[in-house]
C-alpha cells in the first residue's frame, strides 16, 4: 500500500483507520496521532508482551488492547502481535492482508503456492500483522531477493513493488537506543 500511495509512513492512525469508533477507544487522541512508522518501528507508546495481547475482533478492540504510555511515543516499546496494520491494510483496500497479497505481491514474485496465514479474528476474518505467514524456503528466498534488490521484482517484467527508500529505511536502525 506504501508502493502505491494509498498511504506512507508518516501517515496518522487516524487517517489510516478511517473507519475506527475513536469514541471507543481509549486514549483516542493520542492514539490517532500515532505514525504507521511508529507502530512499525514499535515507538508507538504502544506495548504488548507475547501471548497477552488481548482482543483482536474489532479495530477498536486492538487498538485498546495494548498499554499505552503516551510519554513513550518515540521510544522503543515492544509491541507482539497485534493486528493494528492488518486493520490498515483492510480498511483501505476493503481486502484481509492475505487476500490483498495473493493479488498485489505474491503474483509479482512468483508465488503460486497455496499461503496459509493464520490466526485471524473477527467476522472479516483479519490475519494477525505480527506472526502467522506460513511460507516455505523458496518463498522466503523471493522476499529476501526483493530487498536485496532494492524493492524491484525480478525477471522479465521486473517491476519496483516496493521503494527503495522503504526498503533502506526499514533495514536501518529508526531509533537510537541508549543502553
Known amino acids: 500500500m506504501m508502493h ?16 475506527v469508533d475513536w469514541n471507543a477507544v481509549a486514549s483516542a487522541e493520542e492514539k490517532k496521532t500515532i505514525t504507521l512508522a511508529q507502530v512499525l518501528s514499535m515507538s508507538s507508546g504502544l506495548q504488548a508482551p507475547c501471548l497477552s495481547y488481548g482482543a483482536q475482533d474489532t479495530v477498536e478492540a486492538v487498538l485498546n488492547s495494548p498499554t499505552f ?12 502481535s497485534g493486528s493494528i496494520l492488518s486493520y490498515v491494510i483492510y480498511q483501505q ?3 484481509t492482508p492475505l487476500t490483498y497479497a495473493r ?3 505474491f503474483p509479482a514474485l512468483g508465488m503460486n503456492d497455496e499461503i496459509v496465514w493464520s490466526p485471524t479474528h473477527g467476522s472479516n476474518d483479519i490475519q494477525e500483522s505480527g506472526h ?11 522476499l529476501g531477493q526483493l530487498y536485496l534488490q532494492g524493492g524491484v521484482t525480478g525477471g522479465s517484467s521486473s517491476a519496483q513493488l516496493i521503494s527503495a527508500d522503504f526498503v533502506n529505511a526499514s533495514s536501518s536502525n529508526q531509533l537510537i537506543l541508549s543502553l
Open 4 to 19: 502505491n500511495g494509498t498511504v506512507a509512513a508518516n501517515t496518522t492512525l487516524e487517517t489510516a483507520l478511517p473507519s
Open 103 to 105: 493479488e498485489e505481491l
Open 132 to 142: 502467522g505467514l506460513v511460507l516455505g524456503p523458496t518463498d522466503l528466498a523471493k
Open 69 to 80: 504510555a503516551d510519554g513513550e511515543v518515540g521510544s522503543f516499546n515492544y509491541l507482539c
Open 93 to 95: 483496500t476493503g481486502k
